[in-house]
């Protein structure tokens, strides 16, 4: 008999939430299996069976649970999965479904796949054999699932040609509102109540001013559109905008020291390290993982980075030294179509760079009006550190960098 305990994840965290179970009292599980799920106040983790057999749970979702509780127990002498063939409902009249497609999700194909879309696959039973994936090098994702486990076929339909569809062995469930509900009720999240509670001590407890620049997009899109076939082969990663974002905040807290640093208590900290935060969002709330010391990454590393971290942060297995040591933060509002705002500082930082989307406006250029791709760009900064003139230049710096990425190469 195995206990699973809640594990550790940072000296500052003690407790959490055990949002939910993954699996019912009684069920079997195999070896690596997500099993449930834990929030607290800065990250929200996933806890996975560090063995297969029958499990029973001793704690309820929603429960609050300390750090090193038992919250359930693996019975290792009965088999995690089943040898027999997991029936599927078929319409009356059909053709029974091809026996590749009944076989049961086993443990072998579950390790193939992320936590996230090995999640879907238990939670809906699809059988992610039967899928093709879209992922790198054909690999079954969470998108793939949950579009099959949507594309529910109805009965008496015509075929398509091409392959049959992979089987769904039962329909995910819903937590629809009821129909006639004005509006429902649950608790914050201790991530959640986390987010409000820093949000509201950066607006009481620093002097936030923002100042806004353009920058002109075209030279870095130009670059991406020439170079991005190649860059992909050799490094196996896309050429984004954040990784040049990166490098010009990088080289404008280089020139401008003042906003790398930060207050604590009476004292005025100036940070040499450039250990920069990239905001992402997750359908549990914003989180900040860090990209340590970008000034000695490429390119190619600090696009590899933020896309481990940000794939860590939406799978629920960020870690809490992932978020902590940032000396600046970068928040992209523009891939939600957002064109302007006032961003909050990310305490105890004292600068934070608000990107937008990027839209082709009228600007004048060696006396003529032409369209360009703008992006507008904002700098809160905390004022108490920071005076204008040098939150301006840190800013103009970052302009520079942007519209001229030749800038990036030589640190001009």
């Not at 038992?70 to 053709?95: L, M, Y």
């Not at 607006?203 to 991406?224: K, P, Y």
Request: glycine share 8%.
């Amino acid at each position: 008999m195995i206990d699973v305990k809640i594990p550790a994840l940072g000296e500052s965290i003690t407790s959490g939430i055990l949002a939910k179970w993954h699996v019912k009292d009684g069920d079997t599980v195999s070896r690596g299996q997500p099993i449930f799920e834990l929030e607290t106040d800065k990250i929200t983790s996933e806890g996975q069976a560090e063995s297969g057999g029958r499990i029973a749970l001793k704690a309820a979702a929603g429960a609050e649970v300390s750090i090193g509780q038992v919250v359930a127990t693996i019975d290792e002498t009965v088999a995690a999965t089943s040898n027999a063939p997991v029936p599927v409902a078929t319409p009356a009249g059909a053709a029974s479904a091809p026996k590749s497609a009944t076989s049961p999700v086993t443990s072998t194909q579950l390790e193939t796949l992320s936590p996230a879309a090995r999640r879907v696959a238990v939670e809906t039973k699809i059988d992610p054999a039967t899928i093709t994936g879209t992922g790198k090098g054909g690999r079954v994702t969470k998108g793939d699932l949950l579009s099959v486990a949507t594309a529910v076929p109805v009965p008496g339909a015509p075929s398509l040609a091409g392959p049959p569809p992979p089987v769904i062995l039962a329909a995910p469930k819903t937590n629809a509102p009821d129909a006639g509900a004005r509006s429902t009720r649950s608790r914050m999240s201790p991530l959640r109540k986390r987010i409000a509670e820093r949000l509201v001590a950066a607006q009481h407890n620093a002097a936030i001013l923002t100042t806004f620049n353009e920058v002109d997009m075209g030279a870095v899109m130009s670059l991406r559109k020439k170079f991005q076939e190649d860059f992909t082969a050799r490094h196996g990663v896309k050429l984004g905008f954040m990784s040049f974002f990166v490098k010009a905040v990088v080289q404008a807290l280089q020139a401008v020291p003042a906003v790398n640093a930060q207050i604590e208590g009476d004292e005025l900290i100036q940070n040499h390290y450039f250990d920069i935060g990239v905001a992402v969002g997750t359908d549990r709330g914003l989180m900040v993982p860090v990209v340590r010391d970008c000034d000695r990454l490429s390119f190619a590393e600090v696009e590899k980075a933020i896309g481990d971290l940000s794939k860590k942060a939406r799978d629920g297995k960020i870690k809490i030294e992932d978020l902590q040591g940032g000396v600046f933060t970068i928040s992209n509002g523009g891939i939600y179509g957002s064109m302007l705002s006032t961003p909050i500082l990310n305490p105890p930082q004292s600068g934070i760079l608000g990107l937008h989307n990027i839209k082709d406006r009228a600007v004048v250029v060696d006396g003529q009006i032409v369209a360009r791709p703008m992006m507008y760009l904002a700098l809160s900064y905390d004022h108490r550190v920071v005076d204008g003139k040098e939150a301006v230049t840190f800013l103009v710096h970052i302009k520079q960098a942007i519209e001229d990425p030749s800038r990036l190469l030589f640190a001009l």
